[in-house]
């Protein structure tokens, strides 16, 4: 089940999208990775979810990744004695620990990690930046602020806190219980939030070892600060932009996508554009104008995929939403703007021998205009080198653990397929040209490119470039 593409769709699996009939409908329709949004549904729910999914996998004959997002911490205020305040401009408004109820004055704010991180002059964003608060003074158990931009406020809505590192963990009790259980399921990603610094990936990198790949979710501006530390720890990288547009303006946020985006780029790992891509079509059959051009801006930066939230999970229209985002990509991968975008961002590679053969494959793809890539692999890095140098050609990911092949869904422009491992390059020369025309990417008489590391099995040792003619 070849896709005529080279971007992904990562689609989220909820109410609107739990049956095995819409599942693979959305299969159909262009999903390449399904999402399981731990912050809502049980461990049942989602169990079920991922068995309906490798289910569907075995019929459809194509390795489909599955990534589970932790909820993170969850940053709120406590009761209110009333159920709402309005909170005016220029009024006061104490935020403490104490848990009783609040009112027109002060809240309970559960959450001493806050107060400790506090200078006078910090904002304090609530209810998604729609409340805005200036701290005056403040202890370890308190903040005195004056408001900003006022409104009502409603019981256990978010606070934000930009431009603080918070001395707090992304792994929440909740999030180290859902963690030990998509693991024991065996997803293929996972999406980690409220990343502030790179420790916060060693401590997820510590729990998860090798049995997934972790993506660092990219919605505070701290970690925007320690980037490319953060993307060189992580094996991928998501550009959160709803948390992201809470805690900046919201004309800054197109400016970090497009910078985060080169950053996983130069890095060669796999970059995720996410939230309110498709917005409208939650309610709507058909997306907005903008949004059709929010999506093709993201592909024509080069992303690795586009991502669906609530519009395939709780949506009315979750397959008519990856159908469209389908066909916007491959409209935009037809332009040959598209190409030329490609190369004008395209970044050195680094002096080691595997990006020097990932380099020379970029060259001969674009010369010789090969029918496919083929890309031995037993980790993983050979398919994600080549995908960095965002070849002229599919990538077919050959690889002999169905593992690799699920984390490899979520990767530009290649198409893995669990093979039996190789022993010598002449059984090497014989799988590839046998696997790229079963496969649907070449015919007899043409040629294909093949890179491989020797010794075979050896993560990370891409040595090998080989350009061979299909026998007719």
């Known amino acids: 089940m070849r896709r005529h593409r080279q971007s992904r769709i990562l689609a989220t699996l909820g109410p609107s999208s739990s049956t095995p009939e819409r599942i693979r409908a959305l299969v159909d329709a262009g999903a390449d990775v399904f999402r399981l949004n731990f912050s809502h549904g049980t461990h049942a729910d989602h169990a079920e979810r991922l068995r309906q999914i490798r289910e569907i996998e075995r019929e459809v004959g194509r390795p489909i990744g599955i990534l589970m997002d932790l909820q993170g911490p969850k940053l709120r205020i406590g009761k209110l004695a009333e159920g709402k305040v309005m909170l005016a401009a220029g009024s006061r408004f104490r935020l403490d620990l104490d848990p009783a109820e609040g009112d027109a004055t002060r809240a309970s704010l559960p959450h001493p990690e806050i107060f400790a991180a506090l200078e006078t002059g910090t904002e304090l964003l609530l209810d998604d930046g729609k409340l805005r608060l200036r701290v005056d003074a403040f202890g370890p158990d308190f903040a005195d602020t004056t408001v900003l ?15 603080v590192v918070l001395p707090i963990s992304p792994l929440t009790p909740k999030d180290l219980a859902d963690l030990d259980y998509g693991l024991s399921l065996g997803v293929d990603w996972v999406a980690l939030s409220f990343v ?11 729990i998860v070892g090798d049995r997934a790949w972790i993506m660092a979710k990219l919605e505070k501006p701290a970690a925007i600060e320690r980037l490319d530390e953060i993307v060189a720890l992580a094996d991928g990288v998501m550009v959160a932009r709803g948390d992201l547009g809470v805690e900046l303006p919201p004309q800054q946020v197109p400016i970090l996508q497009k910078r985060i985006v080169r950053a996983a ?3 060669g790992k796999p970059v995720v554009v996410a939230t309110q891509m498709l917005e409208s079509m939650i309610s709507s059959p058909v997306p907005t104008r903008a949004e059709a051009s929010d999506v093709a801006t993201a592909i024509y ?11 395939s999970a709780s949506g009315q229209y979750p397959v008519e939403a990856v159908t469209i985002m389908d066909r916007i990509i491959t409209q935009v991968e037809q332009d040959p703007e598209w190409r030329t975008g490609l190369a004008a961002s395209h970044t050195p590679a680094q002096a080691n021998t595997p990006d020097a053969i990932c380099g020379a494959l970029r060259g001969i793809t674009a010369l010789l205009a090969p029918a496919a890539t083929v890309a031995y692999s037993s980790s993983g890095f050979s398919c994600l080198r080549a995908s960095r140098e965002r070849p002229g050609t599919p990538i077919l990911g050959l690889t002999p653990h169905l593992a690799t092949a699920r984390r490899l869904a979520l990767v530009w422009g290649v ?15 014989q799988h590839a040209s046998a696997a790229v025309v079963t496969h649907g990417f070449a015919q007899p008489g043409d040629d294909v490119v093949i890179i ?15 350009v061979v003619k299909i026998p007719k």
């Open 149 to 163: 931009v006022g409104g009502a406020l409603s019981d256990r809505k978010g606070v934000n806190v930009p431009g």
């Open 301 to 311: 930066d080069g992303a690795d995929a586009v991502m669906l939230s609530a519009e």
């Open 452 to 466: 491989a590391g020797l010794p075979f099995g050896r993560s990370g040792s891409t040595n090998l470039l080989h």
């Open 196 to 206: 502030q610094r790179p420790e916060d990936v060693r401590e997820a990198r510590e």
């Open 265 to 267: 780029r130069a890095a």
């Open 415 to 429: 198409h893995p397929v669990p093979f039996e491992d190789v022993h010598d390059v002449g059984e090497m020369v």
